[in-house]
């Protein structure tokens, strides 16, 4: 039998009749599902410093276990010498497997990490169902070596849901496990 990921057992088993019980859905495909996990990772002095988005290419891509792409300027900005076309960012989209995994080491590992962590925020909502976290350090996960970073950066993680509303959305990602503010 091929490796199920243990959010994706849950979510089968525990999250979908949970949700389909709360807003009375008729049929378990109305449940709304995570759909994917984007990552995006600013570095705003890769202007001056080449050097620094490889070595975020390189945190992004062991944080997710999967290879992270730079994101390059749309346009010309002469007030922070930016030329069309550099790359200022990473960026990676996370799908199926990947996605549960990552999720995983998110709630359990990582955000307990955080100092003086009393759960997250639940105002990153955007009113279609897709919630964004963002994080101040990348040290949080166990994967990277402090030792090594030679910048500590934020990031962003958004969840991209099929929820309709943000009430679903929220009730989603509660069941998930994420620890949400009382």
């Known amino acids: 039998m091929a490796y199920v990921p243990r959010l994706k057992g849950k979510y089968k088993e525990e999250v979908v009749p949970a949700l389909k019980e709360k807003f009375s859905y008729k049929s378990s495909m109305e449940v709304p599902k995570l759909m994917k996990i984007c990552l995006n990772q600013g570095v705003g002095n890769a202007v001056a410093d080449k050097k620094l988005i490889d070595n975020a290419i390189e945190e992004m891509t062991i944080i997710s276990g999967q290879k992270a792409v730079a994101s390059k300027s749309k346009k010309d900005i002469a007030n922070f010498k930016l030329r069309k076309n550099i790359p200022i960012g990473v960026r990676v989209t996370l799908r199926d497997n990947n996605m549960f995994e990552f999720l995983d080491r998110l709630i359990s590992v990582a ?15 955007d009113g279609r169902g897709n919630y964004t976290l963002g994080v101040t350090e990348q040290i949080i996960f166990p994967e990277i070596n402090i030792d090594k970073i030679n910048k500590i950066l934020g990031m962003d993680i958004t969840f991209v849901t099929s929820a309709k509303t943000d009430a679903e959305a929220f009730e989603l990602l509660k069941e998930f ?3 949400f503010k009382k």
Do not use: V
Request: aromatic content about 12%; glycine content about 16%.
């Open 111 to 125: 955000l307990p990490r955080i100092r003086d962590f009393k759960g997250i925020n639940d105002k990153g909502f």
């Open 177 to 179: 496990g994420l620890p």
